[in-house]
């Protein structure tokens, strides 16, 4: 079992930035593929950024040259940073981890998920 904690959101104006953090538990992490994902209200939950055990990435197009997914398998975190934040990328943010290692926007790929962390850009 992998627990998950998201942490960094917040109210940001537009074109502000913004560094999300998730820390996971367990002596695996380096083997794990991490995603992020955010759900806006009324609207399904969307693939946001990814990064597999290679350190490969891979992103949604709405977020591709805004924000940048990175890790530290000393610390067992994964990093969202955003910039150039739009009022649509209000959300919560979740952080999740592949057992596989691999990195994709498939939500079923993910066997552990975190509690969210808010982000609301204001106009």
């Known amino acids: 079992q992998v627990q998950l904690v998201e942490s960094g959101g917040g109210l940001v104006q537009a074109g502000g930035s913004l560094r999300l953090s998730c820390a996971a538990s367990?002596?695996?992490?380096?083997?794990?593929?991490m995603g992020w994902f955010r759900q806006a209200p009324g609207k399904e939950r969307e693939f946001v950024a990814a990064?597999?055990?290679?350190?490969?990435?891979l992103y949604a197009i709405s977020v591709k040259g805004r924000f940048t997914i990175s890790r530290d398998n000393a610390k067992n975190t994964v990093y969202l940073q955003m910039s150039s934040l739009k009022p649509d990328d209000t959300a919560i943010y979740y952080c999740?981890?592949?057992?596989?290692?691999?990195?994709?926007?498939?939500?079923?790929?993910?066997?552990?998920w975190g509690q969210g962390t808010r982000v609301t850009v204001s106009s």
């Open positions: 999740a981890a592949d057992y596989f290692g691999g990195s994709n926007g498939i939500t079923s790929s993910y066997e552990w």
């Open positions: 367990g002596r695996s992490f380096s083997n794990y593929g």
């Open positions: 990064i597999n055990r290679r350190l490969s990435t």
